[in-house]
């Protein structure tokens, strides 16, 4: 961490009561701890209890804040099932709850939207407590359109709907911005060169706000070949400016309905290729119905 910890918060007697029940959805610094707020400090040092991804982390957040004797429990999509009742019982109760993640603002690419809905849907207040959020830090620095764009998360892990999502950013007016692992960032570099032309513009940030904070601009087969020599490490968030319409022939949309059909049906195959090439999906599907 690049910096230390704000000044140690009030005793938690001084604070209990400086909550309205209810569920807050709190953001946390993804690397810098001088983007501690205030409010967030406050709001952690007077629940009832904290929700978090990984206990050992948001103990390790705790104790730069110097907050201590607020209990912990474990939220993920693997608890999930079983602590949602639990939480709901409390927020019913009066309590005030506080749900993190391991860095940046819940719900962001990490568990937690159920939990909001079955609080909302209970009757419970649930408020914001705003804060950093990775893919909107790489936004505001990368130097692309910011008009409109469309967050992505993690790309599919599966080769082919991989393939299919990068196929449909062919032609898109909006910036894409994504997630991505070291390991794999080369890999989805070398397969966005291959679908939208090897000097397809990309921007890669990483490390946001730590020590090493990095954000590269560049072709995407140069990139690729970069970070397969030397895979980084750290969060990493890649977007993808606007892309300029490809002209697609008639014959290239030929074979890309020839090749979806082999694994989709012929009402997803049009939709597919319809996203891809700027065609319409009602005509590929009628021309493709008409020859069988």
């Known amino acids: 961490m690049a910096s230390s ?41 007077s ?17 730069a804040m110097a907050i201590d004797g607020v209990p912990l429990r474990r939220y993920d999509d693997h608890t999930g099932e079983q602590v949602r009742p639990l939480v709901l019982s409390r927020l019913a109760a009066g309590e005030a709850l506080v749900l993190i993640s391991d860095a940046g603002t819940p719900l962001i690419s990490d568990p937690g939207y159920k939990l909001v809905r079955a609080a909302r849907d209970a009757g419970a207040a649930v408020m914001t407590v705003p804060g950093p959020c990775a893919a909107i830090a790489a936004l505001s620095i990368a130097g692309v359109p910011t008009d409109s764009f469309t967050f992505r998360g993690f790309p599919p892990a599966k080769a082919g709907a991989r393939q299919r999502l990068i196929d449909r950013l062919a032609a898109t007016e909006e910036t894409q911005i994504f997630y991505e692992t070291g390991p794999r960032l080369a890999g989805f570099l070398t397969e966005i060169a291959a679908r939208l032309g090897d000097d397809c513009p990309v921007v890669i940030a990483r490390e946001l706000t730590k020590r090493y904070e990095e954000v590269v601009d560049g072709a995407a087969a140069a990139l690729a070949k970069r970070y397969a020599d030397a895979p980084p490490k750290g969060e990493i968030v890649v977007i993808l400016p606007p892309q300029p319409p490809i002209e697609i022939t008639e014959e290239e949309v030929e074979a890309r309905m020839a090749k979806a059909l082999q694994s989709l049906s012929l009402k997803d195959a049009a939709a597919e290729v319809a ?8 005509d590929l599907y009628q021309a493709w119905r008409d020859r069988t």
């Open 275 to 282: 996203a891809a090439t700027g065609r319409k999906r009602r």
């Open 47 to 63: 629940a009832d209890l904290i929700l978090c991804e990984d206990t050992r982390v948001a103990g390790r957040l705790l104790q």
């Open 5 to 45: 910890p704000p000044d140690r918060p009030p005793p938690r007697a001084a604070t209990a009561r400086l909550l309205a029940p209810g569920l807050y959805v709190a953001a946390t610094p993804i690397g810098h701890l001088g983007d501690i707020s205030q409010r967030l400090r406050e709001t952690l040092a």
